[in-house]
């Protein structure tokens, strides 16, 4: 079913490709050694798919997930002996994550928290997840050999050395986390505020957003830096944010200019419906209607009975941490000066106001964020949702009536409170395929390869089994929430990797990397001699362990 | 006389040095040995040509001795390997490998030999 | 032309990467800065106890096999087998862990590594009741604290101290200074000796480490004075000193070591002792507590993730008809019960470890010995299957004993005709599915 240089025909199918403005078009997709192309070089041994009544779009992308790092480790160590995690959730072991990934018709993933030191753990993880595309992002919010260079405001230098460091781990780009914030270990106490000084290190920590974000910049990676605020789900949480959104106003770097390999975006936000835990989302909303810099995913709740918590924010998790009294059996791992990682399950509720305020928010943003274009789907998978919960939250993004029938039975204080239960607006289905596909895409700097269906992109395509067009998305929730219950083929590079029930797990995805924009060695060597010795003297092993030795074969890099 | 045995990991006496690379007799010296505290020398009436006869519910061994001042009376340390293996035992899924309580003696006769442990092994006799 | 290069040593699992090597196209001339340990798994390269060629035996004894003829036999061997057993991996690269849980896959069999006895145990109670972990670079930039528990590094992790405690950090600028130390042991162990005047040796009465880490919860929770003739044998001056310890140390890390495992309460020792760190982080209101696990082979660690991303279990896993299924068991209830037909063992050396009783059922049914040296269980092994050294001969992923993968590499070409573990299981594995 899958045999190299198989050529493919897709017949006839109703077309969605937000990226070349084909909104529900008949059209013929011809993909030709795993490439979508205008014509075929020969006419052997072409594959024909009739799509007639059927819809095609591109796959679907994670800009945000946890799935390959020593913390999954940790969720599967807790979720050894419960019921419910082996039952719902396969243990989350590589297959079981590849298999439901790809049934969802995913074909590309971003691991967004990775520290340098585990990134061999994620690289090794990646290998034997098959074939999904993945990246990763380096988390280095807590980086003490960035230091003095933060302090210092050398950008350049911390430039040359994400680059640097990006290149040894393999990374695709950099997360920010709770900058600094692991000088607590020192005292046991959280901060109060992250426009203050430090007390173990002498910066305010949120210009470290502002000096990775220009590092990012002189970079030019594919990716924004990918903020993380620290105190989500906590009222901390919107002042950090803020904080955040005023300093990047303040940030005054050239507009980019958006080309079909190029992201809009400096700044990422991730799981940005949990920002805001009042409920209240106009910052973000009046921040991004007017500011085409920022983009942000959200990341749908699912209100599944257990929920892996990875995290490595220390405010978020002992707020947890804290309402579930009991329960203390959480695995805190503190990582080779990097950060902290916590491990631990939860249960979202309908009736808990925060939970529906998460979820309420999610579709908020969703709906009122006009530009689609700056916001991306996500589970923040596994914490928020189950992928298996995604043909649902389609319905409740499509169907005003799937939504309100799903919320009949939430929280009272929501419903009477919050804005978005009256809100009768929906996204169209393009909108859908904007947020689930061609705007992750976007956001990462990959529309050259992925998210879309032109000439020239990579052949990653769903194909579903209904026509768009001849239902009523409103009324005829239930046959969209099908649709994409049983995605009826997955294609990735050209191969059939999901037919119908059928998933082939045999083909090998790659690992996407980038280093940026390059410098010479001279200059690097200048830079990089010095974290050498920062290695040398604080570091339980040396710089060049960081080096991951791994087979060409599976790597890709972007320029 | 009653003891406990403890057995330890130490780095001239350890099995896998010796499986590594010496000859068995050396290996015999260095791991069929039991360290004790001079005043159990003397409990045992122990004279330095003697050996040890150590035994339990599980199986005993023979084997050469050491004083240490540094370890407490009543107690016998032996490296990891397939002499302290005789006494060892199994409780609730888990290898006792510390706190065994043990039968110790003087005897003239020689250490266990290797081969005669691989033996035991083999044999039907349980 | 002989040349100079930086290694990584695979002789414990603290994987100490900057040894020095000096080696020429063919054998390594010197090796500098390993410890003894480290030597000796160097010396296994020419060790005259190293195994050359695949071995059967029959009722002649043990007889050299061409390796197509041995491989043929290991599947024969494999396929008559209901209820195989897969055993040790804790010397092996992840690669090849990896290899050989998908051989477990294949072929039903109970898989578990030499951890399940060792340290697993350690992870097995904090899957109940979480933990707290720290890395060694936290340890030498933060701690000024350092706990050992039942273990005697100085012989079984020679170079551990040097890295954590007499090591300067970013927030420990005087070193070993403020870097202050506990042992607690039945009797003074080789470790003792780096201790200084300010530093706490507590001797302890064999099997008593649970009411001392009892007292302890007592103590630093306040209210309580520890009895006039102090308690399993600790004066109470000292027991005082350790309260004052715990209570006013910045960054602390326990190392806890089989003493803990082993006490005949069957894993309460190392609750309390989890317990223990998860109220002092609690009621302390500067620093924090953490654990150190220090199981010794230097892969051991690697086999529980791999496990863990393969299975969703860290060890003692059960497949049956391609999946793995709830299992109460592990390696040695398995052998217990006769539970097995074929014993496939990899990389470690049960025969010398097991008690008797144990040894014996084991050497009653078929042994696979994947292996590069003789030991006590070549001598009782069906079929001799030896492989390269891993670190030296060829390359592959460790994970540290505090959980930071590190990259082993090849330095040098292995005996002719002797492939790695990952190519042999890759070879069996492949025959397996034919
Ligand atoms: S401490 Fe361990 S890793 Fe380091 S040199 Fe010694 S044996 Fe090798």
Known sequence: MSKKGNNLLIKNGLVFDPFSNIIGEKKDILIENGIIVEKFTSNNDIKEINAENKTIIPAAIDIHCHIASQQMNWIRLLGKNNQEFNSNWGALTSEYIAKEYISQGYTFITEANVYPSLAKHTIFNFINIPVLDKAMLLNLGNFWPLEFDIEKKKTKDIALFISDLLSKCKGFGIKIYNPFESEIWNFNKLREDINKNGILYNFKAINVYKTFIEAVEILDLPHSAHCHIEGYENLEGKENLNSLLKELDNLKLDARTSTKDKRNQICHLAHANSLNIDGNNKNIINNLNNNSNIDVDLAFIGFDKINPIITSDRRFFSDITDSYKKKKNNIINSNEFEGDSYSNFREFKKNEYKDCILWGNAIDLALNIKNKWQIQFSLNFPHYSHLNDIPKIITWLLSKDARFKFMENMNNKFLKNISISTNEDVLNFNDLIILTRSSPAKSLGLSKFKGNLSNGSEADINILNINIDKIDTNKDYKLIEKAFEYIEYVIKNGYIVKKEDKILMNHQGKIFWSEGKYFTEEEKSRVINKKREFYQKYYSYFYNMLDNDIDQKYLKKIE | ?126 | MSEQLKITCSGCSLLCDDIIIIKDDKEIKEILGACQKGINKFNQIKSKNRILSPLYKDKGGLKVLEWDLALNKAIQIIKNAKKPLIYGLSTISCESQILALKIAKKIDAFIDSNSTICQGKFLNIASEMGITTTTLTEIINKSDLIILWGTNIVESIPRLFSKILFSRGKFRMTGREIKNLIIVDIYKTASFKVMGTRDLAIIIRPNEDIELIKILKKAVKGDYTFPNEGISGIDKQDLERFKTFLLNSEHITILPGQALLNQKTNGDAIKELLELVNLLNNIKNNGRISLLMVGGHYNMVGFEHMALSETGKNQSIQFKNGESIKSDDNIISKIQKEDFDLSIIIGTDPISHFPLEISKILSSKPIILIDNKKSGTFLIATLILPTSITGIENKGLAFRLDHVPIQLKKIIEPPSLIQSDYELLQKILDRLNK
């Open chain 2, 1 to 126: 006389m009653e003891m406990i045995l403890n057995t330890i990991r130490l780095i001239n006496n350890d099995q896998n040095v010796e499986w590594n690379c010496q000859d068995v007799e050396f290996m015999e010296e260095h791991l069929a040995i039991g360290f004790i505290n001079p005043l159990d020398f003397k409990k045992l009436y122990l004279v330095p040509s003697l050996k040890l006869h150590i035994s339990n519910n599980h199986g005993d061994v023979i084997v050469n001795f050491k004083q240490d001042s540094k370890i407490p009376e009543g107690i016998i340390l032996m490296p990891v390997s397939l002499w302290a293996n005789q006494v060892t035992y199994v409780k609730n899924n888990n290898i006792i490998y510390k706190n065994i309580k043990v039968n110790v003696e003087g005897t003239r006769d020689p250490p266990t030999k290797l081969n005669e442990l691989i033996e035991k092994i083999k044999s039907d006799k349980i």
